[in-house]
């Protein structure tokens, strides 16, 4: 693992997709068993240049995401490397049964491409934003999900997950992202990455979360407060290692995630504190609720995804802190 922080947080002028496009043809070129796997959406997910280049490697299925998955898992199992992509909503819901049968449970070699998560659906509304995927996907024996952070972070792990067998769930933003790491950047599946020192307390975040988590963290460093910020792109296998040493060493955590408050990066990190190094805690994502329909700066202060109210989660958990403390004392 090779980590440069960007100097500047700004928007990334390449789309993800477009990076997946990318990078799955630069990895097409060399191995021929790369194979991509399509439920109609082509334009969407940006991936007309692959289709183009190699159409007889590119399997568009229609809108029958459940069949995809099926057809995925027989592609792998004769020797082929499926990446199989869709909105993460059809992913995941519309298409469980088939990734845990068809895939995970008779050990199948696949990449499943979840776009879209959480908030970043936007216009698409709350029947295309996946609250619950990462749920629904961590709880797949066997299965190891991700959620890339930005461009840099998605071309890396797309190359290293080609090359390992397993079954595996990424989930991307379709569209822009923030710069976090520097171009020549490289990332351990499993470890996570700490972008941040501090220690006063340590937001735990992903995806969307991670840039959001450290604008908080400036905003606090004007009141004295000292936040580590760590990036858990890991979801599954999730990096204890690095959740109990922020808790010993900062003793407040507070999770930060564009999903469920329920069954994602949260929960998960709760049974670890739980288990080993119990600390005051604090979830930030969606609260049990559905999805709606604006423009994703609106949906961030909608559901409190946002630098603001992580400042104020940190606030209110440091003050756990102190009478937890003042207990001991």
Do not use: W
Not at 267 to 296: K, Q, Y
């Amino acid at each position: 693992m090779h980590i440069r922080l960007a100097k500047e947080n700004v928007v990334d002028s390449k789309a993800m997709r477009d990076a997946y496009c990318e990078t799955l043809m630069e990895l097409a070129n060399k191995d021929e068993r790369v194979v991509v796997l399509d439920a109609d959406l082509m334009s969407s997910m940006g991936m007309k240049p692959f289709a183009k280049e190699y159409p007889e490697r590119t399997f568009n299925v229609g809108i029958a995401e459940a069949n995809m998955m099926s057809v995925a898992s027989g592609l792998s199992l004769t020797g082929r490397i499926p990446f199989a992509h869709t909105f993460g909503v059809f992913a995941t819901r519309r298409a469980c049964d088939q990734v845990f049968l068809s895939g995970a449970y008779q050990k199948a070699n696949m990449r499943i491409i979840g776009s879209d998560p959480g908030i970043t659906a936007a216009f698409n509304g709350g029947t295309h934003q996946s609250f619950e995927d990462l749920g629904i996907m961590r709880g797949i024996p066997e299965m190891t999900v991700i959620e890339p952070t930005d461009v840099v972070m998605l071309k890396d792990v797309i190359k290293q997950v080609k090359d390992k067998y397993g079954m595996y769930y990424i989930r991307l933003v379709r569209k822009t992202s923030t710069k976090i790491y520097e171009e020549d950047s490289s990332f351990e599946i499993g470890k996570a990455v700490q972008v941040r020192d501090g220690e006063d307390a340590t937001v735990i975040a992903t995806g969307l979360l991670v840039a959001e988590a450290i604008k908080a963290a400036q905003m606090l460093e004007e009141k004295g407060i000292s936040l580590r910020i760590i990036d858990m792109f890991t979801v599954k296998p999730i990096d204890q290692e690095a959740i109990i040493q922020a808790a010993r060493e900062t003793g407040a955590i507070i999770t930060a995630e564009n999903h469920s408050i329920m069954n994602g990066l949260g929960s998960a990190v709760a049974e670890v504190l739980a288990e080993n190094e119990p600390v005051p805690m604090e979830r930030i994502g969606i609260s049990d609720c559905f999805g709606e329909v604006g423009p994703i700066d609106y949906l961030k202060s909608k559901f409190g995804l946002n630098a603001e109210n992580i400042a104020q989660k940190v606030e209110k958990i440091l003050e756990r802190k102190s009478k937890k403390l003042a207990e001991v004392v």
